[in-house]
């Protein structure tokens, strides 16, 4: 997609990524960059930089990396167009309406709008002869008018084709609709047809943060199967990636989030008063999902199913949450299977007492290490005490350890200073483990996505270190640009990626262009922009940087038709330098 360059030249200048990173990143200055936990992926140790005097940021521990586009296109959830239009529209810019290709962009508002059309016609039904069967269904959960409405509840009536002629009546056309999972495909004696994707199923339409209609789910009205079916992935909706109700629970000011299951659980919750509650959508929670809620609160209480499955979950979404900052909290349901069964049995009340009794992270794990052992005997007292010090030592605090370590002293009948002193054993011997296992993984996920967007690079490791040191110094200082295409042209670069790269940069500068973050945000996706920032930052700091570019053309123009080529000294002049690499190429 091309937007002109003066255009993208006045946003960078313009966009303050410092201001624009701090809405969601503690950022603390470290030299010349400014170091936060990365939004992006889970982390304890700060990696994620943001250097104000580029305008961009770099990952050291996922790669991601990008400009101030790249940051609202993975944070708002938005292509590129869309992104360069809402930074504009914060600037007070007005974007060109020339020059660019907004086509994906078009089909992404097209399933937005036709979902949003849906999600009127689904809700209109309720009130219409052929829905009297989901409302009664709704009225049957115990929901109000007001609920129906503000959740836009619905319901897809019993035939096969009744939305589609709703849809095509208001401009849309069949393939918007398949796109927009709308729709499906069938196939019926040799002749293909198109039907409904929902139908019989009460509907509850799904939300993005900013509002937009993203996707649907359909509950049948009885315990037939499938009970659920959700939308499939589309250029809107990505499976693990939104939080349903987020968007309303993110207003209520609270610093606590009530994590649910289902968004029947969710529907009921905010009913009864607790519009913080929010839910995962037909998966188990993802780390991309955990960095969200982590963005619009301080804690997380867990409220799965009291069921064997609901418990598998929870112990799952622990392990995620504890990636994050997010203090945890797990709520024991009893009375009922679900919230949405306990409120309605014994009313608001009921739950909000189970909400204020919920054990926070350690007590939940230290509760589920004691189990069903018998602590009256000193194998059992053994089996526990040795699993809580685990526990303790790798999620508590001092004084926690402290109020922690009395607690089991007077509940195993042990010693406390004997519990501190193997606490402070094994969090010392876990921390040096940490340690080693931060630094060695610190560039493997640089060095995966690599190898990932480039596999000919492990068959050719010096040539492909060549080349990314030559890039990234010609990132670090694009004014080297016509001492190196007299060295190296893009057709000798090895891998396919790096050469790529070298014909994006090579024409760019060629044509007098600027190679900065902005300015390559459009021409490349996340992943190779975060893979060609990373070769600008293994770069910073290299001495004698035209010795490096030379060493670099080297190596990838092979040692034997080089053999014997002098050292460039300090004093050789440029013109010198360059005729005898040139005659050395030929």
């Known amino acids: 997609m091309q937007i002109p360059d003066g255009f993208l030249q006045q946003l960078r200048d313009r966009a303050d990524i410092e201001q624009l990173v701090s809405q969601h990143v503690q950022l603390r200055r470290s030299g010349r960059a400014l170091m936060g936990l990365c939004p992006f992926h889970n982390e304890r140790t700060p990696s994620f930089a943001v250097y104000p005097d580029t305008n961009s940021f770099f990952c050291f521990g996922c790669g991601a990396a990008g400009d101030a586009i790249s940051f609202l296109m993975r944070t708002e959830r938005l292509d590129y167009v869309e992104a360069v239009k809402l930074l504009a529209d914060r600037l007070g810019l007005q974007l060109p309406e020339e020059h660019y290709d907004d086509s994906l962009s078009k089909r992404r508002q097209r399933i937005l709008a036709a979902n949003r059309e849906a999600a009127r016609f689904y809700h209109a039904q309720l009130g219409e002869p052929q829905g009297a069967a989901g409302l009664e269904y709704w009225r049957k959960r115990g929901l109000s008018g007001k609920t129906i409405r503000r959740f836009g509840l619905g319901f897809a009536p019993n035939g096969f084709g009744v939305l589609l002629e709703h849809m095509r009546g208001q401009g849309f056309v069949p393939e918007e609709l398949l796109e927009a999972n709308l729709a499906r495909k069938g196939e019926k004696n040799g002749r293909s047809y198109l039907a409904d994707n929902f139908w019989n199923r009460v509907i509850v339409p799904i939300l993005d943060l900013r509002g937009n209609v993203i996707a649907f789910g359909g509950r049948v009205l009885d315990d037939s199967k499938p009970k659920y079916i959700n939308t499939a992935d589309t250029l809107a909706y990505k499976k693990g990636r939104d939080i349903f109700a987020l968007q309303l629970a993110k207003n209520t000011g609270k610093e606590q989030l009530i994590l649910c299951e289902g968004y029947m659980d969710v529907i009921a919750l905010h009913q009864a008063g607790f519009e913080n509650a929010v839910a995962c959508l037909g998966t188990a929670l993802t780390k991309e999902q955990a960095q969200l809620l982590a963005r619009y609160a301080k ?55 189970l909400l204020e009794g919920a054990a926070n992270n350690l007590e939940y794990r230290l509760l589920a290490a004691r189990g069903s052992l018998d602590l009256e005997s000193a194998d059992g007292k053994a089996i526990y005490l040795k699993e809580a010090v685990k526990i303790l030592a790798a999620e508590a605090g001092p004084l926690e350890r402290d109020i922690y370590a009395s607690r089991l002293a007077e509940e195993l009948d042990v010693r406390k200073d004997a519990i501190l ?35 000919a690079r492990a068959q050719h490791m010096a040539a492909a270190k060549a080349e990314e040191r030559l890039l990234g110094l010609l990132q670090q200082n694009p004014d080297f640009y016509p001492k190196i295409r007299e ?41 190779e922009l975060g893979e060609t920032l990373r070769m600008r930052h293994a770069a910073e700091g290299l001495q004698n940087s035209l010795q490096e570019c030379l060493d670099c053309a080297q190596t990838l123009l092979g040692e034997k038709r080089l053999a014997g080529r002098p050292r460039v000294s300090a004093g050789m002049a440029d013109e010198d330098y360059l005729a005898l690499f040139a005659g050395l190429r030929k």
């Open 299 to 353: 804690e997380v209480v867990l409220c799965y199913d009291a069921d064997e499955a609901g418990q598998a979950a929870t112990r799952k979404a622990l392990a995620v949450l504890r990636q994050t900052t997010l203090r945890l909290r797990v709520l024991q349901l009893s009375g009922g299977k679900d919230p949405d069964e306990i409120i309605r049995a014994f009313g608001a009340e009921r739950f909000r007492s």
């Open 421 to 455: 002193a193997q606490l402070r054993q094994t969090a010392k011997r876990d921390a040096r483990r940490d340690e080693r296992r931060y630094y060695a993984n610190l560039m493997r996920p640089l060095t995966e996505a690599a190898q990932k967007l480039d596999p």
């Open 487 to 527: 060295m190296v042209l893009a057709e000798d670069f090895v891998t396919p990626f790096n050469r790529n790269l070298a014909e994006t940069l090579f024409g760019r500068l060629e044509e007098g262009r600027e190679i900065d973050p902005t300015m390559l945000s459009g021409c490349m996706g996340a992943d």
